[in-house]
């Protein structure tokens, strides 16, 4: 195979936004957890919600120190491997790239502050208000950052003549038609997937009978959240998926195999695709599609045979999209599940079938993030800047991106297993009970 620079930094990118997703997502949604758990230990006097908040302080300080340094490989990237695409759209995007680092500082700051303020304020509230910061913070930097990601997806905001940027106006080119469901989206499904992250770890830790009072709140207080953020998910889904069939209705055409415009459309689910653009195996269900585009059963819906061949999506999407929307059903309909089994059993063990799949529900989370993030990126291509630039007209020349794809793959997988054995010592079990202890906190089982 010949050397193909543009290739391999798709390749890189992808690496990099794949890892960087985790990352980022838990700098946004353990910050929230972080609040619920301490507002909740104030309020209740409840020494277990506060040592979760503390403890969970303590996780997410190491995972912010990796998510900025796989951020700040992002930004190495771009300007490295897409120089095209960064001049003419870099001038664009500057304003919520320069915002982004500002909200950053704003959180580091406040979260350095809260987390050396344990136990050093007469009054618990007070310790409290400094988290507030951070969670706008980690908040407002997904804001940001999101917001060039929909300028990609529908820009405007400026003017291009002969390859040069004119009549710029930032702040329209960051708030453009994309950025209302994006930012909404990426930002309750980042809480909802620390939720069933945070819920997963409690889970495995009853599952190995580790401080079962402790870990009970924590799976109680996690899973309430999880509830309310995965079904608050599914409602900004429904708005994303009206926001593609306005804007992008080549990008939703393919996530459904639709290719001809029509009104009554199904929603197909699975499937295997002919040459001839025929569906079988499939499961098709009626009218589903023209509600989810139109909210009207009998709404026409836009086919993919209304776009030119060489900028049609990948027809691969198609089956990213169905994992997406099979994971964001599944999860609230676990979560339905535990408080119907806690219900049930209220102060008794739950059966350990249902702790098991809490515990799957952490990595099925993450990688419904990653296929929403797929869907996202490959869903728009071939373009980088949809309308104005291709993928492969923005991409570096360089010859050597092989060699930094493999560098940045080892890198990745030092970092990953560190942060893999920091973390595991930091939840570990024996510690856990020390510091109960510690604190003169009951660390038995529950009654």
Not at 148 to 175: E, R, S
Not at 223 to 234: E, N, Y
Request: net charge positive; glycine share 8%; proline share 5%.
């Amino acid at each position: 195979m010949s050397y193909d620079p543009v290739l391999y930094s798709r390749m890189l990118t992808e690496l990099t936004l794949g890892f960087h997703i985790i990352f980022a997502t838990i700098g946004v949604g353990v910050p929230v957890m972080v609040a619920l758990a301490e507002w909740t230990g104030i309020k209740r006097n409840d020494p277990y919600y506060l040592l979760l908040a503390r403890r969970w302080t303590r996780g997410f300080v190491i995972t912010v120190a990796v998510g900025v340094v796989t951020g700040t490989a992002i930004g190495l990237q771009l300007s490295l491997l897409w120089p095209s695409f960064m001049r003419i759209a870099g001038q664009a995007i500057a304003l919520p790239l320069f915002l982004e680092t500002f909200a950053f500082f704003f959180e580091a700051i406040f979260l350095g502050i809260y987390l050396y303020t344990w136990d050093r304020f007469k009054k618990k509230w007070t310790h409290f208000l400094l988290l507030i910061p951070v969670v706008l913070g980690s908040s407002a930097s997904a804001f940001f950052i999101t917001t060039v990601n929909a300028f990609m997806n529908t820009p405007q905001g400026f003017k291009l003549q002969d390859g040069v940027i004119t009549d710029l106006q930032p702040i329209a080119a960051m708030f453009n038609p994309a950025t209302p469901t994006k930012v909404a989206h990426v930002l309750v499904s980042a809480y909802m997937t620390c939720a069933f992250i945070l819920a997963a770890i409690a889970a495995a830790s009853l599952l190995k009978n580790r401080v079962q009072l402790y870990h009970r709140k924590a799976l109680k207080l996690t899973m309430t959240a999880a509830l309310v953020f995965s079904v608050t998910t599914i409602l900004v889904g429904d708005l994303s998926g009206k926001f593609l069939a306005k804007y992008q209705p080549e990008k939703l055409a393919a996530a459904e195999w639709h290719f001809e415009t029509a009104g009554k459309a199904p929603l197909v689910i699975g499937g295997i695709l002919t040459a001839d653009n025929e569906i079988k195996y499939g499961l098709k269900i009626p009218f589903a599609l023209s509600i989810l585009a139109h909210a009207n059963p009998n709404a026409e819906v836009q086919g993919l045979n209304e776009t030119p061949i060489d900028e049609r999506p990948p027809l691969l999407v198609h089956y990213i999209f169905d994992l997406m929307v099979t994971i964001g059903i599944l999860l609230p309909l676990l979560s339905l599940l535990y408080f119907w089994m806690a219900r049930k059993y209220q102060n008794r063990h739950y059966p350990r079938w249902i702790v098991r799949l809490i515990v799957w529900s952490g990595p099925l989370a993450v990688l419904g993030i990653e296929s929403g993030w797929v869907y996202a990126e490959v869903g728009r291509q071939p373009w980088i800047l949809r309308g104005y630039m291709k993928t492969a007209e923005g991409a570096t020349t360089s010859t050597h991106v092989d060699l930094m794809l493999v560098l940045f793959c080892l890198l990745y997988l030092v970092i990953g297993l560190t942060v893999i054995k920091v973390l595991g010592k930091i939840f570990r079990g024996n510690d856990l009970q020390e510091e109960l202890l510690a604190k003169g906190i009951e660390g038995g089982k529950a009654k």
